[in-house]
T-cell receptor, first 112, second 113 residues
Framework: QKEVEQDPGPLSVPEGAIVSLNCTYS??????FMWYRQYSRKGPELLMY????GNKEDGRFTAQVDKSSKYISLFIRDSQPSDSATYLC????????????FGQGTELSVKP | DTGVSQNPRHKITKRGQNVTFRCDPI?????LYWYRQTLGQGPEFLTY????????KSRLLSDRFSAERPKGSFSTLEIQRTEQGDSAMYLC???????????FGPGTRLTVL
């Protein structure tokens, strides 16, 4: 079993839809949670960074962490074709030097 | 541009050749990471530097791989005697501060023929 599980998709939605992306993890020692967006053949771009359980909002993006269920989510409101990309969740065992443990990534396509 | 830069962006080599990649982190960042990403997968950790000290290496980093960060600035990743299985995107990230938000470069795409 992988430490971080993420549905690879692909996920296709119409423009304007609310998108929900999810990851589950197995180790409760993870302390920090991140979401990255990666366009084809580019490096990952940091979108959201959270520490505690609860919600964090930034524009059209909301990150949600539920440590009791070992479950994190990213919601995208009013999705745009420019949001079409692969979304990667990542987590840190901070006491291990801060290396990121990534999910497989979910490929999202937003259709005009 | 003050982001993380990587060179070259693409490298095609023949099996058995040596290759070297360079990463220039964000200037004030003291931590530097190397990851490898294959198609359809998330990045996998390879190694980590704090300043010039290499503090952790993954078991993925076989003895054919070596990384350096002289003077705690740029870093190089060398692969000796490349194999077809080394074909991947090699990503560099840098960070600083308590929360260790890691910012990635554009990656070097390696193809071993």
């Amino acid at each position: 079993q992988k430490e971080v599980e993420q549905d690879p998709g692909p996920l296709s939605v119409p423009e304007g839809a609310i998108v929900s992306l999810n990851c589950t993890y197995s180790n409760s020692a993870f302390q920090y949670f991140m979401w990255y967006r990666q366009y084809s053949r580019k490096g990952p771009e940091l979108l959201m960074y959270t520490y505690s359980s609860g919600n964090k909002e930034d524009g059209r993006f909301t990150a949600q962490v539920d440590k009791s269920s070992k479950y994190i989510s990213l919601f995208i409101r009013d999705s745009q074709p420019s949001d079409s990309a692969t979304y990667l969740c990542a987590m840190i065992f901070y006491n291990q030097g801060g290396k990121l443990i990534f999910g497989q990534g979910t490929e999202l396509s937003v259709k005009p | 541009d003050t982001g993380v830069s990587q060179n070259p962006r693409h490298k095609i080599t023949k099996r058995g050749q040596n290759v070297t990649f360079r990463c220039d982190p964000i200037s004030e960042h003291n931590r530097l990471y190397w990851y490898r990403q294959t198609l359809g997968q998330g990045p996998e950790f390879l190694t980590y530097f704090q300043n010039e000290a290499q503090l952790e290496k993954s078991r993925l980093l076989s003895d054919r791989f070596s990384a350096e960060r002289p003077k705690g600035s740029f870093s190089t990743l060398e692969i000796q005697r490349t194999e077809q299985g080394d074909s991947a995107m090699y990503l560099c990230a840098s960070s600083s501060g308590q929360h260790n938000e890691q910012f990635f470069g554009p990656g070097t795409r390696l193809t071993v023929l």
